[in-house]
């Protein structure tokens, strides 16, 4: 408004004039607001710029008359053509009164008269449009930009990057970041002035709603977009982002790189970096490392927060480092922070998975007691650790009491109830839960559908499907399902039989005994990139550049140590690979396949299995850790060594990382051939990288080591799995009682049998045939002993 006065006065110099203008001014403000352009005359008005500007100016006129005066005027081409600055008032106008639908015609119309206006009001048209929900306007807007030649000022572009991150448009952010860095580009080409590129607050903003979108590909995208760029640099917050998000992924290589880089840049890591440090540590299984680099913020005077302490609690009950998990949370209570449920629920997790149960009731006793929130996940893991613990009918009870309470359950706790009660071959007290879960307003998961499915196909109840449809009210998910079987088997049907179906399936070179060749050469390149033994890691050369205030000269030379070539990603998981994910209609198929592939391999039909993952394999359904342990255990328990260690080969070809389960098949496979020494270097292997020893790992190994007459072996793991804080459990004591036994070390199988007792241990069919090994052992011993006495009666 002050504009068009300020060319109004320049224009009309005298009086008369200005009265004149003024006058016109009034009769067609009037005129419009009394019936509109219809009783304008072209021919007594005198249009020009500043005259349509002092009537878009005024606020006693109505929004949609000053767009008919606008139009009006454009008819009066080619006596006549709007500036740039009246299509600036006129979009300015069309924004405030929310008349979007008039935009794009009014942008045709200025492409007609050839006039761009300036990078402000196209920010202003955007800002609008994202406002009202029209993202699809907006993404047009922006070609029509494009079209037009206009220059895009990221600055200007830094607030609509927010606005549409904040909204949850990620990718409509994504697109006009993407615009920008190419005009960027274009500008560098054309050697223009300004370089101007994408405020660092609006990259982090997208990098931040990108990871939280798992949208990994469109992250590395923009990434290596920024880092291309001369002039755009990182700030901490943008160096945090990354490496955390590159370390939730796995990627341990990159996030230790961008640390170093880092501090290259001179710009000086803080809590928060050494969070999503230690976070990243964690998640590949390399724990010590963490625990290492704790230790030594502590010592810099540099105090942990909660979330360190949260971080460094999982990792260790992840890892079966329970003791570890326990001094933290004391330390962490000591210092003043108050664990909150997350903390409460993974040490619950751990304990119970590391089988000290009465640990794990008092922890939770001591969380009620203090106050801290129980949520249904709590008590969803109590009861599966009861569960899996031997205390079904205790976990049972706890369960129909919170149902009587009616809190604290939810259809994952009915998921687990119904997954005991098909272990148990209770389908139906099964399928009436099912019928409870619907009842009560929960949803049927695809979990709770194929632990139903596995239960009745190992009972061979196939035709209680159709009773399983009746008790699902949404009768898609079992639809599904079932097209799924039938297309499954008319597809297995038509392929042709194979005298030994799973050798062109997975080929194999060399034999299952050469294992240390590709766990060498796939189980993670950090382990020689970073060169630890033990959690330390060694000193050299470089060290003497390093950094003297440095809070945590490890992580230093952890990073300094890394190859400039290295590119690992995540070749370990901490976490053990799952038959079902659930994780919605993009992981129906390969959960499907690992839920027939563990049917199928309970029967012991090889063949079926191996058409099947070809099958899938050739449809591009791309198999997961689970799908490749249940192959290679298969393989291992029919003493098919050559095929198990194609499974693995192929397993590390497609970079799919290993857990603990594969390592449990290898050490099972290695020592049934007798491989017991390499079986022990696997195992070397494996704590070096970074994993960790579960209690069927441990009862693996003891069983390899004393089938293979490695009694003292077997013995200090035993003593190394009760000093981890892992308690020895029936399987356990019963391998180690027939190994003694039928090592002729009676004694000491006596005082297992003993300490199994002691334990509170409950003995199972497998046990009352072990000391009947063990009687008769005894009783042989004792007739020898007595045979070989001197006669009294001799010379």
Same mark, same amino acid.
């Given at each position: 408004?002050?504009?068009?006065?300020?060319?109004?006065?320049?224009?009309?110099?005298?009086?008369?004039?200005?009265?004149?203008?003024?006058?016109?001014?009034?009769?067609?403000?009037?005129?419009?607001?009394?019936?509109?352009?219809?009783?304008?005359?072209?021919?007594?008005?005198?249009?020009?710029?500043?005259?349509?500007?002092?009537?878009?100016?005024?606020?006693?006129?109505?929004?949609?008359?000053?767009?008919?005066?606008?139009?009006?005027?454009?008819?009066?081409?080619?006596?006549?053509?709007?500036?740039?600055?009246?299509?600036?008032?006129?979009?300015?106008?069309?924004?405030?009164?929310?008349?979007?639908?008039?935009?794009?015609?009014?942008?045709?119309?200025?492409?007609?008269?050839?006039?761009?206006?300036?990078?402000?009001?196209?920010?202003?048209?955007?800002?609008?449009?994202?406002?009202?929900?029209?993202?699809?306007?907006?993404?047009?807007?922006?070609?029509?930009?494009?079209?037009?030649?206009?220059?895009?000022?990221?600055?200007?572009?830094?607030?609509?990057?927010?606005?549409?991150?904040?909204?949850?448009?990620?990718?409509?952010?994504?697109?006009?970041?993407?615009?920008?860095?190419?005009?960027?580009?274009?500008?560098?080409?054309?050697?223009?002035?300004?370089?101007?590129?994408?405020?660092?607050?609006?990259?982090?903003?997208?990098?931040?709603?990108?990871?939280?979108?798992?949208?990994?590909?469109?992250?590395?995208?923009?990434?290596?977009?920024?880092?291309?760029?001369?002039?755009?640099?990182?700030?901490?917050?943008?160096?945090?982002?990354?490496?955390?998000?590159?370390?939730?992924?796995?990627?341990?290589?990159?996030?230790?790189?961008?640390?170093?880089?880092?501090?290259?840049?001179?710009?000086?890591?803080?809590?928060?970096?050494?969070?999503?440090?230690?976070?990243?540590?964690?998640?590949?299984?390399?724990?010590?490392? /963490?625990?290492?680099?704790?230790?030594?913020?502590?010592?810099?005077?540099?105090?942990?927060?909660?979330?360190?302490?949260?971080?460094?609690?999982?990792?260790?009950?992840?890892?079966?480092?329970?003791?570890?998990?326990?001094?933290?949370?004391?330390?962490?209570?000591?210092?003043?922070?108050?664990?909150?449920?997350?903390?409460?629920?993974?040490?619950?997790?751990?304990?119970?998975?590391?089988?000290?149960?009465?640990?794990?009731?008092?922890?939770?006793?001591?969380?009620?007691?203090?106050?801290?929130?129980?949520?249904?996940?709590?008590?969803?893991?109590?009861?599966?650790?009861?569960?899996?613990?031997?205390?079904?009918? /205790?976990?049972?009870?706890?369960?129909?009491?919170?149902?009587?309470?009616?809190?604290?359950?939810?259809?994952?706790?009915?998921?687990?109830?119904?997954?005991?009660?098909?272990?148990?071959?209770?389908?139906?007290?099964?399928?009436?839960?099912?019928?409870?879960?619907?009842?009560?307003?929960?949803?049927?998961?695809?979990?709770?559908?194929?632990?139903?499915?596995?239960?009745?196909?190992?009972?061979?109840?196939?035709?209680?499907?159709?009773?399983?449809?009746?008790?699902?009210?949404?009768?898609?998910?079992?639809?599904?399902?079932?097209?799924?079987?039938?297309?499954?088997?008319?597809?297995?049907?038509?392929?042709?039989?194979?005298?030994?179906?799973?050798?062109?399936?997975?080929?194999?070179?060399?034999?299952?005994?050469?294992?240390?060749?590709?766990?060498?050469?796939?189980?993670?390149?950090?382990?020689?990139?970073?060169?630890?033994?033990?959690?330390?890691?060694?000193?050299?050369?470089?060290?003497?550049?390093?950094?003297?205030?440095?809070?945590? *000269?490890?992580?230093?030379?952890?990073?300094?140590?890394?190859?400039?070539?290295?590119?690992?990603?995540?070749?370990?998981?901490?976490?053990?690979?799952?038959?079902?994910?659930?994780?919605?209609?993009?992981?129906?198929?390969?959960?499907?396949?690992?839920?027939?592939?563990?049917?199928?391999?309970?029967?012991?039909?090889?063949?079926?299995?191996?058409?099947?993952?070809?099958?899938?394999?050739?449809?591009?359904?791309? *198999?997961?850790?689970?799908?490749?342990?249940?192959?290679?255990?298969?393989?291992?328990?029919?003493?098919?060594?050559?095929?198990?260690?194609?499974?693995?080969?192929?397993?590390?070809?497609?970079?799919?990382?290993?857990?603990?389960?594969?390592?449990?098949?290898?050490?099972?496979?290695?020592?049934?051939?007798?491989?017991?020494?390499?079986?022990?270097?696997?195992?070397?292997?494996?704590?070096?990288?970074?994993?960790?020893?579960?209690?069927?790992?441990?009862?693996?190994?003891?069983?390899?080591?004393?089938?293979?007459?490695?009694?003292?072996?077997?013995?200090?793991?035993?003593?190394?799995?009760?000093?981890?804080?892992?308690? *020895?459990?029936?399987?356990?004591?019963?391998?180690?009682?027939?190994?003694?036994?039928?090592?002729?070390?009676?004694?000491?199988?006596?005082?297992?049998?003993?300490?199994?007792?002691?334990?509170?241990?409950?003995?199972?069919?497998?046990?009352?045939?072990?000391?009947?090994?063990?009687?008769?052992?005894?009783?042989?011993?004792?007739?020898?002993?007595?045979?070989?006495?001197?006669?009294?009666?001799?010379?």
């Amino acid at each position: 408004m002050r504009h068009g006065r300020t060319v109004l006065s320049s224009s009309f110099k005298s009086p008369s004039v200005q009265l004149g203008n003024i006058l016109v001014l009034a009769s067609i403000t009037k005129t419009l607001s009394e019936s509109g352009t219809r009783n304008l005359d072209p021919r007594s008005i005198p249009i020009s710029e500043p005259l349509v500007l002092q009537v878009l100016a005024k606020n006693s006129l109505d929004s949609s008359k000053k767009i008919d005066f606008f139009r009006w005027c454009c008819s009066l081409r080619p006596n006549y053509k709007h500036s740039a600055c009246t299509y600036s008032h006129i979009f300015r106008t069309v924004c405030k009164a929310g008349f979007l639908e008039e935009v794009p015609s009014l942008l045709n119309s200025m492409k007609e008269d050839q006039v761009v206006v300036a990078s402000e009001t196209f920010k202003l048209l955007l800002e609008a449009f994202i406002k009202s929900g029209k993202f699809d306007s907006a993404l047009e807007l922006l070609d029509y930009m494009e079209e037009l030649g206009t220059s895009l000022n990221p600055k200007v572009y830094d607030s609509v990057i927010v606005a549409l991150v904040r909204k949850n448009q990620v990718a409509l952010a994504l697109s006009i970041l993407l615009k920008l860095l190419e005009a960027n580009n274009v500008s560098i080409t054309n050697k223009a002035i300004d370089l101007s590129l994408p405020g660092s607050f609006a990259c982090n903003e997208l990098l931040v709603a990108l990871r939280k979108s798992d949208m990994r590909v469109e992250f590395k995208q923009v990434f290596d977009a920024l880092r291309e760029k001369k002039g755009f640099e990182f700030d901490t917050c943008g160096y945090n982002i990354c490496i955390h998000a590159f370390g939730f992924w796995g990627d341990l290589g990159i996030s230790l790189r961008l640390f170093k880089e880092m501090k290259e840049q001179g710009l000086v890591p803080d809590l928060h970096t050494y969070n999503s440090l230690i976070q990243v540590l964690c998640m590949v299984g390399k724990v010590k490392d /963490a625990l290492i680099v704790w230790e030594e913020l502590k010592g810099s005077g540099h105090e942990p927060d909660q979330f360190m302490y949260r971080n460094l609690i999982q990792g260790c009950c992840k890892s079966y480092q329970i003791d570890n998990a326990i001094k933290i949370f004391s330390e962490m209570q000591y210092n003043g922070f108050v664990p909150d449920t997350v903390v409460y629920n993974s040490l619950l997790d751990g304990l119970f998975k590391a089988r000290k149960i009465m640990e794990a009731c008092q922890l939770f006793e001591k969380m009620v007691q203090d106050g801290v929130r129980t949520s249904s996940w709590t008590y969803n893991i109590l009861i599966d650790g009861l569960f899996r613990n031997g205390r079904a009918e /205790a976990g049972y009870t706890l369960f129909c009491d919170l149902k009587k309470k009616g809190q604290f359950v939810d259809a994952v706790t009915y998921s687990i109830v119904v997954l005991q009660l098909c272990r148990e071959g209770h389908l139906e007290e099964a399928l009436k839960l099912v019928e409870e879960i619907e009842g009560r307003g929960f949803v049927v998961d695809l979990v709770t559908i194929t632990s139903l499915l596995i239960g009745f196909h190992k009972h061979g109840r196939w035709d209680w499907t159709e009773r399983l449809m009746k008790h699902i009210r949404d009768g898609n998910l079992v639809s599904h399902v079932l097209k799924w079987k039938a297309d499954l088997e008319a597809s297995m049907k038509s392929r042709k039989n194979k005298r030994k179906d799973y050798t062109p399936v997975f080929p194999s070179k060399g034999d299952f005994s050469e294992i240390m060749n590709l766990i060498g050469s796939t189980i993670s390149e950090m382990d020689t990139n970073l060169n630890s033994e033990d959690g330390c890691v060694k000193d050299e050369d470089s060290s003497m550049d390093m950094d003297q205030w440095s809070l945590s *000269p490890y992580m230093d030379r952890l990073a300094n140590q890394l190859k400039s070539d290295c590119h690992s990603s995540q070749l370990f998981s901490l976490s053990r690979s799952q038959r079902v994910q659930d994780k919605g209609v993009g992981s129906f198929d390969i959960d499907m396949v690992n839920t027939f592939l563990s049917i199928f391999l309970a029967k012991g039909k090889l063949n079926l299995a191996c058409k099947l993952f070809e099958i899938f394999s050739d449809m591009g359904v791309n *198999p997961v850790t689970y799908t490749y342990n249940s192959m290679m255990s298969s393989f291992v328990k029919k003493g098919y060594f050559n095929q198990a260690w194609g499974v693995l080969n192929e397993m590390g070809e497609n970079v799919c990382p290993t857990d603990i389960a594969t390592y449990n098949v290898i050490i099972q496979g290695l020592g049934k051939m007798g491989r017991a020494d390499l079986a022990s270097a696997v195992l070397d292997k494996l704590m070096k990288q970074g994993g960790y020893l579960d209690i069927v790992m441990y009862n693996t190994l003891i069983n390899a080591l004393g089938k293979a007459g490695r009694i003292v072996e077997a013995n200090k793991l035993f003593e190394q799995m009760r000093s981890s804080g892992i308690n *020895p459990d029936v399987v356990t004591f019963n391998i180690l009682i027939e190994v003694h036994s039928k090592a002729g070390q009676l004694k000491e199988a006596y005082n297992f049998l003993k300490m199994m007792l002691d334990s509170g241990c409950s003995p199972n069919h497998v046990t009352d045939t072990t000391l009947d090994f063990l009687g008769r052992e005894i009783e042989k011993l004792r007739y020898q002993k007595a045979s070989i006495m001197p006669n009294k009666d001799d010379s």
